[in-house]
């Protein structure tokens, strides 16, 4: 969508609208523009629409990836959502699309922003959403009150602090999330939320599952565990000079360089999603044209934030995948990149920039059907849907082998804060937490099933007790939109008690779990272990669960806190039987 100011005068064309909206629908125009757009479309003048826009030839759609980006796309159904001026709207016509004008949609881009009554914090009607201010006082508070888990890292600085005697601008920061205590390597995770700066949500996930991690720690067995052997790495505001535009309501999408041609302020800017090195203005995917909302910029990784990101994860990722393109990264290659977007309930993932699948691309849809079966988003690879080239996710497989993907969060950039809490947060928590948990082996592990209904009878005993472990080990957990992913029988499970298989120099003793109904013989199995508590110290111990199936994919591990006091009296020795 073109990044578009506001203005006093489209209040008219705002009712214009809305009466529109009130009158019977036709069919979409057979050719030539919509009645309900202005005659002369000569002129760069007037606007946003809100257009659906129906097509017979998906190549069609890929055509249109050089000039603007969809706001959602139904291949199935023959239509997209766009917006844009006269300059798309011509652009729309010429490529042969029948454009319906969505009245209620542009009368909502149109409306003005305002706060809610009350109001004190957050954008303006949108109080769960923090700015870029509130957003960084925030994440530097974590990390003053928990310095052992959390790290604010200055990575650079945005395009408009780098202009002399120009606006104040903004850092670029970085919230590292570790038990600093605990020695690495570690295995990482990096998150990089609203490098397209008029998409509400992202920002605010990626601060919200922050805030998770560190007040969970010491209290879920599996973020502390995550936190005590991995890293998470959190860019919550990939783009702050382009964000404050869109906090006052413009709809804008890419930074706010000024100096690339586009002499019209409401539309200047790089698409830092169009801007990074890897096949960088390759395939159609972007723009040339200055004015563009795809405009790739004028080089490589031309912008300051874009950099930034480059930059930081070469420092903290290693390159584990050859230049060739057909080249796989190997199976064992550790890391997940997670790119945070909105709109449109997808999981994206390499390659964008071309229809061919990525040499590492089955192992891709696997973790990308996983994480799509806990926020309910469509898993596809980019391209599907159309063209992009000098994207965050191709970068980050490409030049580095990180298992690389894009979530499409939500159904609005301007997200409603309801939308938000009831579904997006609830959905997407889960998988970013899962794809810390296979961010070790994110090639291997989401192959494998997971350890669900973790329990201990009892939960708390003393020592030399007998304790009986029961989950359930399900190799079925994956989205079946678009698709389906191979499932196979379980076939075992182990445990460990405080030391996981990775600890260097350790070599901690795996228990079997067992069946609990005799046979491995499905995909979804009760198992149990009865676990011994002599030569436990009194305190917390944390037991590591993971599943393998029939074809020996070992899955993701899940924890569970055990208890033993020191005083075996005070507690009723429970001698478990085998069930």
Not at 276 to 298: I, K, L, M, N, T
Not at 355 to 362: D, E, H, K, L, R
Not at 363 to 388: F, H, I
Request: aromatic content about 10%; some cysteine.
């Amino acid at each position: 969508m073109m990044a578009t100011t506001v203005r006093p005068s489209l209040i008219l064309l705002l009712a214009a609208v809305l009466l529109l909206a009130t009158l019977a629908p036709g069919a979409p125009a057979a050719g030539g523009q919509p009645p309900d757009l202005p005659g002369d479309l000569s002129t760069e003048e007037g606007g946003p629409w809100v257009v659906r826009a129906y097509y017979d030839d998906r190549r069609m759609v890929a055509s249109l990836a050089a000039v603007l980006e969809p706001w959602e796309v139904h291949h199935d159904e023959g239509w997209l959502l766009a917006a844009g001026g006269p300059r798309e709207i011509r652009a729309l016509l010429d490529l042969g699309f029948r454009l319906e004008v969505d009245a209620a949609r542009t009368a909502e881009l149109l409306a003005p922003r305002v706060a809610l009554e009350g109001q004190v914090a957050g954008i303006p009607g949108f109080p769960c959403y923090r700015t870029v201010e509130e957003t960084y006082a925030s994440a530097a508070a974590l990390a003053a009150a928990h310095p052992d888990l959390a790290t604010w890292i200055d990575v650079g600085d945005s395009w408009e602090k780098q202009q002399p005697g120009g606006a104040p601008g903004y850092d670029l920061w970085v919230l590292r999330l570790t038990n600093s205590q605990l020695p690495g390597p570690k295995p990482k995770l990096f998150v990089l939320a609203s490098i397209h700066a008029r998409e509400y949500a992202p920002a605010e996930l990626a601060t919200r599952f922050a805030e998770y991690l560190v007040g969970s720690y010491g209290l879920d067995a599996d973020v502390t565990w995550l936190l005590d052997h991995h890293e998470i790495h959190l860019m919550l505001q990939g783009n702050p000079d382009g964000r404050k535009m869109a906090e006052a309501g413009d709809l804008w999408r890419k930074n706010t360089d000024s100096d690339d041609g586009c002499t019209n302020p409401a539309v200047w800017g790089v698409d830092l999603n169009r801007n990074f090195a890897f096949r960088w203005d390759c395939c159609g995917g972007s723009s040339a044209y200055p004015c563009s909302e795809v405009y790739h910029g004028p080089g490589p990784a031309s912008e300051p934030e874009t950099a930034a990101v480059q930059d930081y994860l070469r420092a903290e990722f290693p390159d584990q995948r050859p230049p060739d393109l057909d080249a796989p990264a190997p199976a064992d290659a550790t890391g997940v990149f997670v790119d945070l977007h909105s709109h449109g309930d997808l999981v994206l993932w390499p390659w964008g920039f071309d229809y061919t699948v990525a040499p590492n691309g089955t192992a891709l849809e696997t973790l990308g059907r996983k994480m799509a079966y806990w926020n309910g988003a469509v898993p596809q690879q980019a391209s599907d849907l159309y063209p992009t080239d000098g994207t965050t996710d191709d970068f980050a497989y490409g030049d580095l082998g990180l298992a690389a993907f894009t979530f499409e969060v939500g159904t609005k950039f301007f997200e409603e804060c309801g939308y938000f809490e009831d579904t997006i947060l609830p959905g997407n928590l889960p998988a970013l937490l899962y794809a810390a948990k296979v961010a070790r082996t994110p090639y291997q592990a989401p192959a494998g099933p997971d350890v669900r209904d973790l329990a201990l009878l009892p939960a708390v005993v003393g020592v030399d007790a007998t304790i009986q472990v029961r989950a359930t080990l399900d190799d079925t957990r994956y989205s079946t939109l678009g698709g389906s992913e191979p499932t196979q029988n379980i076939a075992g499970g182990e445990l460990y008690v405080d030391l996981p298989p990775w600890v260097q120099g350790a070599t901690p003793a795996a228990q079997p779990l067992l069946p609990l109904d005799g046979a491995f013989d499905a995909s979804v199995e009760e198992v149990w272990a009865s676990l011994s508590t002599a030569g436990l110290e009194p305190g917390r111990h944390v037991l590591y669960l993971r599943g393998r199936d029939a074809e020996g994919h070992l899955g993701a591990f899940s924890a569970h806190f055990l208890y033993v006091i020191g005083h075996q009296a005070y507690l009723p020795v429970v001698q478990q039987q085998a069930p």
